[in-house]
């Protein structure tokens, strides 16, 4: 089992920058790529993007290409999310999840992440 914990969503004006982290607990962390999700309200769950266990790739959804980044602390055990240049479409709730991978291959394919975190809220007004 592994535990995920999201946090640092909020309110921001449109054109400012959040930064989400995602701590995770249980099982070796870098056995596992992570990736990050979004719901928005009456829409379905959003690929955003995703970082290998080694930290060495990612992978980005084309609506948030060049504005965020992931990236991974695996000395502590958390994957982060750094948004900048949000516009009031990225408002959704935000999800981490984690994926078993022996390989470095990455995948933005929801069902194929086992562990999920609670989601935390992000805002953007205009």
């Known amino acids: 089992q592994v535990q995920l914990l999201e946090s640092g969503g909020g309110l921001v004006q449109a054109g400012g920058s959040l930064r989400l982290s995602c701590a995770a607990s249980?099982?070796?962390?870098?056995?596992?790529?992570m990736g990050w999700f979004r719901q928005a309200p009456g829409k379905g769950r959003e690929f955003v993007g995703t970082?290998?266990?080694?930290?060495?790739?990612?992978g980005y959804a084309d609506s948030v290409k060049g504005r965020f980044t992931i990236s991974r602390d695996n000395a502590k055990n958390t994957v982060y999310l750094q948004m900048s240049s949000l516009k009031p479409e990225d408002t959704a709730v935000y999800y981490c999840a984690a994926r078993y991978s022996t390989t470095q291959s990455l995948s933005g394919l929801a069902s194929l992440y086992a562990y999920w975190g609670q989601g935390t809220q992000v805002t953007v007004s205009s």
């Open positions: 249980g099982r070796a962390f870098t056995n596992y790529h």
């Open positions: 970082i290998n266990w080694s930290g060495t790739g990612t």
